[in-house]
Every structure is written in C-alpha cells, then in structure tokens.
C-alpha cells in the first residue's frame, strides 16, 4: 500500500485557469508534509513545508494547505512558468524520519 | 559556487564499467543523500550519511557503494551495473538528519546503462 499518493498523475491547464492539486497520505504521527517543484533536467527545488492540520503556505500564485488525511496545493491563476512536475514528501516516525515521496502531478499550462 | 553540485550531468557505461559520481555541497548542512529517480516513480532514498557516517542503507544492490570523506562531499562509486539501473541519481543535503529542515538537491546525473 503506497503511503504516500499524488493525483491526478498529470494536468492541463489553460493560462489563468486555477486547480489543485492533492497529495494524500497514510503515515500516523506526521512530523512534517513538504513540497517541491521539479523542473525538466533539474532537481526538485523546495516549496514549502506544513506541520499540522489547519496549515497553510503560500507563495506567489501556490497555495499549500494541510488536513488529518491529506495536503492540496492550489494554483491560482497560473502561468506557462508554472509548469512542472510537483512532488510531495512526508516524514513521520515509521520511516525513521527519511522522507517518503509521491509519485508527482506533471503540470502543463498553455498559453 | 552555492547550493548543490553534481557531476557528471550525464554518463553512459556499459555494464563491466567503474564510475564514480561526486556531489558537494556548499550550504553548511551536515547530512547528505543519494536517491534513485525512475520515470512515473516515487524518488527512492539510497543512502544517507549524517556527519560523514553512513545511518541509512536502504537494501542498495552492493554494486552502488557511497563514501563520505567530509560533510561536504558525497561520492556514490558504481560497478557491474544492470540496464535497470539506468535513472537519474540525485543528490541531496539538509541542516541535520532527521530533522524537519527541508532537503536540498543537485540537479542530478542522468544514467545510462548499455
């Protein structure tokens, strides 16, 4: 059972079109849900991390928000730079604090 | 230089090969990482070293063998490698090991086994 699960595994969107994105997961006592952007032939590149149920983080035109259950990263009115593949992490006791990954959600904008 | 550094960016060998691939770190942070990235795939962590000593071997293949010789640099030596192995091998640092300070990574070597 993957414990940590991104959706949709890919999404087109227009220029100015918001969505969100979901990463749920199933670790018991996270410590703590962390957000990456990744860019072709590039590493990931950190985004924001959340602690606890209720948090949110935002930067720019993202918006990360977390629950008991699961994290969603909002895009509001987004532009073709903001195309990339988006990686979620979480670190919780069971995996002796190493993170655990999400496949990732590929975005594409269109002009 | 700042950040993470990875070099080569890219390598081709063929499976009776030695390579080495090297990554350091400028940031100050004392715990370094080597993933395995595969396309559609979650990363995978390899290998973590807090203060220069190996923590973390997650059931590597003893074909990929790591060295830490000082908190800034990280090598990951491979030898006799399978066309499955062929994947974007990532380096990553943060301030502390298990800590919820954020990892940062290099932008990889792309590699490809013929």
Known sequence: EDQVTQSPEALRLQEGESSSLNCSYTVSGLRGLFWYRQDPGKGPEFLFTLYSAGEEKEKERLKATLTKKESFLHITAPKPEDSA????AVQAPESNYQLIWGAGTKLIIKP | ETGVTQ???HLV???TNKKSLKCEQHLGHNAMYWYKQSAKKPLELMFVYSLEERVEN?????????ECPNSSHLFLHLHTLQPEDSALYLCASSQYQGSTS???FGDGTRLSIL
């Open chain 1, 85 to 88: 593949t988006y990686l979620c």
């Open chain 2, 102 to 104: 954020p990892q940062h």
């Open chain 2, 13 to 15: 060998m063929g499976m």
């Open chain 2, 7 to 9: 070099t080569p960016r």
């Open chain 2, 58 to 66: 997650n059931s590597v293949p003893s074909r990929f063998s790591p």
